[in-house]
């Protein structure tokens, strides 16, 4: 996939929010969360995915743990696109708005082996990391907003205990 940027139009922000963010701000902000909206989809995608058609001698191992994780990125989506209402933006919600906007790779039709998988994963949660560290900054220093700074914190550290995680497994 290619990183194309999230744009909000003047009818995607509620204007007569006041909680202490100008309205260019949120829009940054916004951006910001789209993307990151999209990044965590299609994890999700890929995470379920693989517990679908994970195989090998470590199935049942496999299959229960990425249920757990696309478990737990499903509570980020559900997060991310609250934060962007708060803020007064709109969250995506059709599978082509996310996918237009992912900065993670897709490989449809492969179907690859359970360390492929693992290492799949590590590389995109990897990313995902790096982009919210770059997020993160942006939030507070460019948007003046500690609040999706801190959220985008929260995020960054669980996607970096999950990444731990699944190099613990794929070293098992």
């Given amino acids: 996939m290619h990183c194309v940027m999230a744009q909000t139009t003047d009818t995607t922000l509620e204007k007569n929010l006041n909680i202490g963010i100008a309205e260019q ?9 789209t993307l990151q909206l999209a990044d965590e989809y299609a994890l999700y995608t890929k995470t379920r995915n693989y517990h679908w058609n994970v195989t090998g001698p470590h199935f049942n191992d496999y299959h229960k743990f990425f249920e757990g994780q696309y478990g737990e990125i499903e509570v ?22 996310l996918k237009s906007h992912t900065r993670l790779p897709e490989h449809p039709g492969q179907y ?5 998988m693992l290492s ?18 942006k939030s507070t220093e460019s948007f003046h907003d500690a609040g999706t700074s801190d959220f985008l914190t929260g995020l ?3 996607h970096e205990k999950m990444v731990w995680m699944l190099r613990a497994t794929a070293n098992s």
Avoid: C
């Avoid at 799949?120 to 900054?137: K, S």
């Fill in 25 to 33: 701000d949120r829009e940054g902000l916004v951006s910001i969360l």
């Fill in 120 to 137: 799949n994963l590590i590389a995109d949660h990897e990313a995902i990391i790096r982009n919210l560290r770059v997020d993160v900054e």
């Fill in 156 to 158: 960054m550290e669980s």
């Fill in 112 to 116: 690859p082996s359970d360390k492929e």
């Fill in 76 to 97: 980020f989506i559900d997060d991310i696109a609250e934060r962007v209402r708060q803020l007064g933006g709109k969250a995506m919600g059709t599978l082509d708005e």
